[in-house]
C-alpha cells in the first residue's frame, strides 16, 4: 500500500464508522416499554451505573439542565432519558 | 324638594365628599407603593435574567493516608524492606475544580484543572455541540473513548477503592475532534463514541506516551467504543474499544504504529437486600516492530512490543438493610493485572488485589479503607540487571473523597 493511502486509513476508517453510525441512529426506535418509563426510574437505573443515584436538592432547576448534558456526553444517555431525568430532578 | 330637604342633602353631598376624598386619596397612595414595589420587584427580576449562558462550577477533592511496605527480592537473594508512611501523593491526592458553561441547550463548554500534589495538569478541556438527538460533536482536549474506567469511573467520589488500577491510564487525553451518543433499540439501548485525536507517541525506549506531548508526525489516531445495553432496565451494558494510529515519524522508526483493543463489562443490579456492582475492563496494546534505545547504554535493541492491562471489580452494598449505618457501608474488591513486553526495559508482570471498606456520607461524600497487596516480576532485558527481581507491596489507605 501506498504510504499516501496508509496515512489516509485513519481518516477512512473515521469516515465509515460515521456513516455507519448515522445510518443506525435514524434506523432505531425505542419500545412502548421503554417509552413509558418515568423520569424517576430513569434517574434510579441510570445514574447508578457509575454512581450513587444524586439528591435532587443537590443543586438548582438550572444547573440540573447542565448537569444533565454533561451526564450526556460522560455516559452517552439518549436525550429522552437525560429530558426525563432532568425534569424528574426540577421537580424538587 | 323643600329648602330644609335641600339644606339636609348638600350637608350629606359634602360630608361624604369630605370623608371620601382623604380615603380615596389614601387608596391611591397604597396602590402609588404597591405599583413602585412591583416595578422594583420587575427591575430585580430582569437584572437577575439567566439568558442563554450559564456557568456553574462543580469539583471534586480527594485526600487521605497512605502506608506502604515494599519489599525487593533479587533472585535468589533476601528481600529487603522499606516502609513509607504519607498524607497524600499524586495518585492519591486530587483537587479538581470543574467549569460547566452552558449555552441554551446546545453548546456546553467542560473544563477541569487538577492539582495532583505534584503538577497543576488539565483533565480535559474541551467544547460539545448537541447537534440532534443521539448525536454530540465535540472538539478540543478530551478523555479518549477507550473503556469504562479513565472516563466513567476515575473520580475519587466515583471509584470503590482509593487507588487507580495500575496500566489503565493509556490512552487518556488528547487533541482532537469526535463524535458521541446514545440511541434507542427496542427495548435495548446502544451508544458510540468515536474520536480523531494527535494520537500516541513512541518514546526512544518503546514506551508509548500519552498525556504532554506535542504532535510529532502527520498520522492521527482513531479512536472508539461501542457499547450494547441489552436489557431495558440498563443494568449491563457491555462494550468494545479499539485505537489505532501512527505513534512516531522519520528514523529510526519505520512507520511506526499502535493498536489498542479492549473490552468492558458494567453489571449494576439490586439483588435485594445488596446492591451488587461488578466492572472490569480489558486492553492489548500492540506496536509495531521498530527499532528501540537502551536507557542504560544507547545501544539499539528490539522487543515483541505488546502490553495488556486489565481489572475486575465487584462491590456490595445492603442498600435495603434496616439501619442507616449498614445501609451506608459498602464491601469492594478489585484484581488488577498489567504485563508489559518482556525484554523491554520496563518488561514486568504485576498482580494486584484491593480489599475496600467504604462508607457513604451521602451519595457524592465517601470515607474508603482499603488495604491492598501487589506483586511485580521483573521481565526486563538481561543487561537491565534487573530481570527476576521479585517487587512486593503492601498498602493502606484511609481516603476521604467528595464532590460539590
Known amino acids: ?92 | 324638594m323643600s329648602n330644609n330637604q335641600l339644606t339636609v342633602l348638600v350637608v350629606i353631598t359634602v360630608f361624604f365628599g369630605l370623608t371620601i376624598k382623604p380615603a380615596s386619596a389614601q387608596q391611591s397612595g397604597v396602590d402609588s407603593a404597591l405599583l413602585q414595589r412591583i416595578d422594583a420587584l420587575e427591575q430585580q427580576m430582569a437584572d437577575q435574567k439567566p439568558g442563554e449562558s450559564h456557568l456553574m462550577i462543580v469539583g471534586v477533592a480527594t485526600f487521605g493516608f497512605n502506608a506502604n511496605k515494599t519489599t525487593v527480592i533479587p533472585p535468589g537473594g533476601p528481600g529487603q524492606s522499606a516502609k513509607t508512611v504519607t498524607l497524600g501523593d499524586a495518585d492519591r491526592y486530587e483537587f479538581s475544580p470543574m467549569l460547566l458553561w452552558r449555552h441554551g441547550t446546545k453548546w456546553l463548554m467542560e473544563f477541569e484543572p487538577s492539582f495532583d500534589g505534584n503538577n497543576l495538569g488539565v483533565n480535559w478541556a474541551n467544547i460539545s455541540y448537541f447537534a440532534a438527538p443521539g448525536l454530540i460533536v465535540r472538539a478540543g482536549y478530551f478523555v479518549l473513548p477507550f473503556g469504562i474506567y479513565n472516563k466513567r469511573l476515575a473520580a475519587g467520589w466515583i471509584d470503590k477503592v482509593a487507588p487507580d488500577p495500575v496500566g489503565i491510564d493509556l490512552p487518556g487525553s488528547d487533541f482532537g475532534v469526535g463524535i458521541s451518543g446514545g440511541l434507542p433499540l427496542g427495548s435495548m439501548k446502544w451508544s458510540y463514541d468515536i474520536s480523531l485525536t494527535n494520537g500516541l507517541q513512541l518514546q526512544p525506549d518503546g514506551e508509548l506516551q500519552g498525556a504532554g506531548i506535542v504532535d510529532n508526525n502527520l498520522n492521527k489516531t482513531v479512536s472508539g467504543r461501542l457499547s450494547l445495553l441489552p436489557f431495558s432496565n440498563s443494568c449491563l451494558e457491555i462494550g468494545v474499544s479499539a485505537l489505532y494510529g501512527g505513534v512516531a515519524s522519520g528514523l529510526p522508526y519505520n512507520n511506526a504504529n499502535a493498536t489498542m483493543y479492549g473490552a468492558d463489562l458494567n453489571f449494576v443490579k439490586t439483588l435485594s437486600p445488596i446492591l451488587v456492582n461488578i466492572k472490569g475492563q480489558f486492553s492489548r496494546l500492540l506496536v509495531n516492530g521498530q527499532p528501540y534505545v537502551k536507557p542504560t547504554d544507547s545501544s539499539a535493541y528490539t522487543f515483541d512490543n505488546r502490553s495488556s492491562s486489565s481489572f475486575i471489580q465487584c462491590s456490595f452494598r445492603p442498600t435495603a438493610g434496616q439501619r442507616a449505618f449498614v445501609k451506608n457501608l459498602e464491601l469492594a474488591f478489585r484484581y488488577v493485572n498489567f504485563e508489559t513486553p518482556p525484554n523491554s526495559f520496563w518488561g514486568q508482570n504485576y498482580r494486584e488485589e484491593d480489599l475496600g471498606l467504604d462508607y457513604w456520607f451521602s451519595w457524592r461524600t465517601v470515607l474508603k479503607f482499603t488495604y491492598a497487596w501487589s506483586r511485580s516480576t521483573n521481565t526486563s532485558d538481561n543487561t537491565s540487571g534487573l530481570k527476576g527481581v521479585v517487587t512486593n507491596m503492601n498498602n493502606i489507605y484511609l481516603q476521604f473523597s467528595l464532590q460539590l
Open chain 1, 1 to 92: 500500500m501506498k504510504p499516501i493511502l496508509k496515512r489516509k486509513m485513519p481518516l477512512v476508517a473515521f469516515a465509515i464508522v460515521i456513516a455507519f453510525a448515522t445510518s443506525i441512529m435514524v434506523s432505531c426506535a425505542e419500545s412502548q416499554k421503554v417509552k413509558a418509563k418515568t423520569g424517576a426510574q430513569l434517574w434510579a437505573e441510570n445514574c447508578q451505573r457509575c454512581h450513587n443515584t444524586p439528591s435532587p436538592a443537590s443543586f438548582s432547576h438550572d444547573q440540573w439542565t447542565t448537569i444533565g448534558m454533561h451526564m450526556q456526553t460522560r455516559a452517552q444517555l439518549t436525550d429522552e432519558e437525560r429530558d426525563k431525568i432532568v425534569a424528574f430532578l426540577r421537580q424538587f
